[in-house]
């Protein structure tokens, strides 16, 4: 005669050490020893984006050797100033003329020696690289042109969308100070779209939060 059939997971009452009730199936993984609470990842999105979304050459917008190409370099910061080691950074850009590769575009799909216009880089080494070129200035749909500049949208921890923002160029003055979109945005914080001068091309970080937020545009 058989004894009582035990719920393999039922608690014991009062049990005397950690317990970890047992499936009664192998492969289950069941904890032979105390049961103990690990971390979980720290976002159910951004961190993850970085790994799988990015390839080996996507942060060449413009490929190496292309006349006129040059690196965007920067970082990405949270709002304790902490950089961001696993964001993900999107790039989309018209070419030198101001055109772009893209049947979307109601002009026509451009074509540039070397360019097609779109980068991802994560930021696994602390910062992010773009290889680009500098584009042309577009029609703003008023009748002028809005200063060169680069669409830009990050994907980092702790969001569960994508912000997005523009790169300018601080060498653009004229045109910047001409443009539609730089117009809307108070004065005192237009200096956080502005990527400037460095060594081998320009530096642009990105904050996510904090006294220094890079703009972010609603689209």
Same mark, same amino acid.
């Given at each position: 005669?058989?004894?009582?059939?035990?719920?393999?997971?039922?608690?014991?009452?009062?049990? *005397?050490?950690?317990?970890?009730?047992?499936?009664?199936?192998?492969?289950?993984?069941?904890?032979?020893? $105390?049961?103990?609470? =690990? %971390?979980? $990842?720290?976002?159910?999105?951004?961190?993850?984006?970085?790994?799988?979304?990015?390839?080996?050459?996507?942060? !060449?917008?413009?490929?190496?050797?292309?006349?006129?190409? !040059?690196?965007?370099?920067?970082?990405?910061?949270?709002?304790? =100033?902490?950089? @961001?080691?696993?964001?993900?950074?999107?790039?989309?850009?018209?070419?030198?003329?101001?055109?772009?590769?893209? $049947?979307?575009?109601?002009?026509?799909?451009?074509?540039?020696?070397?360019?097609?216009?779109?980068?991802?880089?994560?930021?696994?080494?602390?910062? !992010?690289?773009?290889?680009?070129?500098?584009?042309?200035?577009?029609?703003?749909?008023?009748? =002028?042109?809005? %200063?060169?500049?680069?669409?830009?949208?990050?994907?980092?921890?702790?969001?569960?969308?994508?912000?997005? *923002?523009?790169?300018? !160029?601080?060498?653009? *003055?004229? %045109?910047?100070?001409?443009?539609?979109?730089?117009? *809307?945005? $108070?004065?005192?914080?237009?200096?956080?779209?502005?990527?400037?001068?460095?060594?081998?091309?320009?530096?642009?970080?990105?904050?996510?939060?904090?006294?220094?937020?890079? @703009?972010?545009?609603? @689209?």
């Amino acid at each position: 005669m058989s004894g009582p059939i035990v719920n393999p997971l039922d608690v014991p009452p009062d049990p *005397t050490v950690p317990f970890q009730p047992k499936s009664g199936q192998r492969g289950t993984g069941f904890l032979t020893g $105390p049961f103990q609470i =690990g %971390a979980t $990842p720290s976002a159910t999105v951004g961190p993850y984006l970085a790994i799988g979304l990015t390839w080996a050459d996507g942060i !060449f917008a413009a490929e190496e050797g292309t006349p006129g190409a !040059f690196w965007i370099r920067g970082q990405v910061f949270d709002g304790a =100033g902490n950089v @961001v080691p696993d964001a993900m950074v999107e790039t989309w850009q018209a070419d030198p003329d101001g055109g772009f590769p893209s $049947p979307e575009d109601p002009r026509g799909a451009a074509s540039y020696p070397g360019f097609r216009g779109y980068a991802r880089a994560q930021t696994i080494t602390g910062e !992010f690289a773009i290889h680009t070129l500098k584009p042309g200035p577009l029609p703003d749909g008023e009748g =002028g042109l809005q %200063a060169p500049h680069i669409d830009v949208s990050v994907f980092a921890r702790g969001i569960l969308d994508r912000v997005v *923002t523009r790169i300018y !160029f601080a060498d653009e *003055t004229e %045109a910047n100070a001409a443009d539609v979109v730089l117009d *809307t945005v $108070p004065a005192d914080r237009r200096d956080t779209l502005l990527a400037t001068r460095d060594g081998d091309g320009y530096r642009f970080d990105v904050y996510l939060q904090g006294e220094r937020e890079t @703009v972010f545009f609603a @689209v």
